[in-house]
C-alpha cells in the first residue's frame, strides 16, 4: 500500500515510521525544511509542500490512501478553517482528479467536536454540538471528509482523535504541581493514535464512518493527578473545582468553555473493530515517563 500523509507531524511521523515497518510505501508533507527533515530521520520519503496550495501537492506522488493530518499550528478559527476545511477540499479534489486517484482518505479531528455533556459519554452516534469556533471548523472538515471524496471516486474516514500525549507531550509537571481544575480526561497515547489508523488502513476497515480514538478510561482530572503524585513519590497536588478556577478571573472565553466542557469518549467502536491498544489507559501510556521523572 503507498500511503501519503499529509501534515506529517507528532503523530504522522510515528503513522509513518509504523507503515514503513510494516512493508508499505509511505510519503510525508510538510511544509518546512526541518519538518522534510525530521520525515527523512524517521526513514521514509518526504515532500516539501503546503497542503493549502493545489500546485505544491502536484509534488506528491500517486497513492493508494491519503491520511489528512495537517495541524494549524494552534492558531484561530480563520486559520483552522484554512487548513482543516479549505486544505482538506484542495487535497481530495487535487488527487480525486488524478489519472490514479486514491482508494480512501483518513482524516484525523478531534474529540472537541462533541461538545458539552456534563460528564456523560459520548460515541459516533452522538449528535455534535461544537462549542468554539474552531471546534465548529473540525465538524465541518468531518462532513467534507465523508462527502466529498465520493464525488470522486473513493471514500473517507474520520478518526476522531482524543487528547494526544506520549513522548515530549506528558505535561507531568502541570499534574504534579497542580493546581488542578476537576473535569475529565479523554486520552490517547501518541503510538495508538497511530495505530489505531495505521490499523483501519490495512484491515480496509470504517469506509465512510466516524471512528473515535481514545483510550480505555477517561479519567477525571483529580484522580489522574494523585495517581502520578503517588507513582512520582510526590505528594498530591492542590486541586480546585470549576468555579474556583473561574473566579480567579483571568480566564479567556476559549478558556471558559474548555472548562466548563465535561464529557467522556467511548471507544467501544474501535475496539469492536479488533484495534488492540498498546498502551490502554494512562497507567500504561505513563509509565516511560514516570520512569524518567525518577531518572531510572
Same mark, same amino acid.
Given at each position: ?110 474529540? %472537541? ?38 464525488e470522486y471516486g473513493f471514500e473517507g474516514t474520520v478518526a476522531r482523535y482524543a487528547g494526544l500525549y506520549g513522548p515530549g507531550r506528558y505535561r507531568l509537571e502541570r499534574y504534579l504541581? %497542580? ?118
Amino acid at each position: 500500500m503507498n500511503v501519503a500523509i499529509l501534515g506529517c507531524g507528532h503523530v504522522g511521523l510515528e503513522l509513518g515510521r509504523q507503515l514503513t515497518e510494516r512493508g508499505h510505501e509511505v510519503t510525508g508533507v510538510r511544509r518546512s525544511d526541518g519538518g522534510v527533515e525530521k520525515i527523512e530521520a524517521t526513514g521514509f520519503d518526504a515532500v516539501k509542500a503546503d497542503v493549502t496550495e493545489r500546485n505544491a501537492l502536484e509534488a506528491v506522488p500517486d497513492v493508494d490512501a491519503i491520511v489528512f493530518a495537517a495541524s494549524s499550528g494552534g492558531r484561530g478559527a480563520n486559520a483552522a478553517r484554512e487548513v482543516y476545511v479549505e486544505g482538506l477540499r484542495t487535497a481530495i479534489q487535487q488527487f480525486g482528479e488524478r489519472e490514479n486517484g486514491p482508494d480512501r482518505l483518513v482524516y484525523t479531528s478531534s474529540t %472537541g467536536v462533541h461538545g458539552d455533556h456534563d460528564g456523560d459519554w459520548v460515541d459516533e452516534e452522538t449528535e455534535l454540538d461544537p462549542t468554539t469556533e474552531k471546534t465548529a471548523v473540525l465538524a465541518e472538515a468531518e462532513r467534507i471528509a465523508l462527502e466529498l471524496p465520493p464525488e470522486y471516486g473513493f471514500e473517507g474516514t474520520v478518526a476522531r482523535y482524543a487528547g494526544l500525549y506520549g513522548p515530549g507531550r506528558y505535561r507531568l509537571e502541570r499534574y504534579l504541581e %497542580g493546581p488542578v481544575t476537576e473535569g475529565y480526561l479523554n486520552m490517547v497515547h501518541r503510538d495508538d493514535a497511530a495505530g489505531a489508523v495505521r490499523y483501519l488502513l490495512e484491515e480496509d476497515l470504517a469506509r465512510g464512518e466516524v471512528v473515535q480514538v481514545v483510550d480505555d478510561e477517561p479519567a477525571p482530572k483529580w484522580a489522574f493527578a494523585d495517581w502520578l503524585a503517588e507513582q512520582c513519590g510526590l505528594e498530591q497536588p492542590p486541586k480546585q473545582t470549576k468555579a474556583e478556577r473561574l473566579a480567579e478571573g483571568d480566564v479567556s472565553e476559549a478558556g471558559k468553555r474548555r472548562i466548563l466542557t465535561s464529557k467522556r469518549c467511548s471507544n467501544d467502536k474501535l475496539r469492536e473493530l479488533g484495534y488492540e491498544f498498546a498502551y490502554p489507559t494512562y497507567r500504561e501510556g505513563y509509565r516511560d515517563a514516570i520512569d524518567d521523572y525518577l531518572g531510572r
